[in-house]
């Protein structure tokens, strides 16, 4: 185990991968707050309308 993760981190192709990792991870965190506000106020102004749409009477 521990020498698979030594080659891992002294191979270029290994540490590029551990890179890449760590920025989606980094811009996931980073992200996501302002992604749940968002589903929050869209499922808000969401429950508004169908409110609104369950208020006009139909034919």
């Not at 002294?10 to 749940?36: K, M, N, Q």
Request: glycine fraction near 14%.
């Amino acid at each position: 185990m521990f020498g698979l993760l030594k080659r891992i981190w002294h191979d270029e192709r290994g540490s590029h991968f551990l890179e890449v990792a760590l920025y989606i991870i980094l811009f996931t965190l980073a992200v996501a707050p302002f992604v749940s506000g968002l589903a929050g106020e869209i499922g808000a102004k969401m429950q508004e309308m169908r409110d609104k749409i369950g208020q006009v009477g139909g034919p």
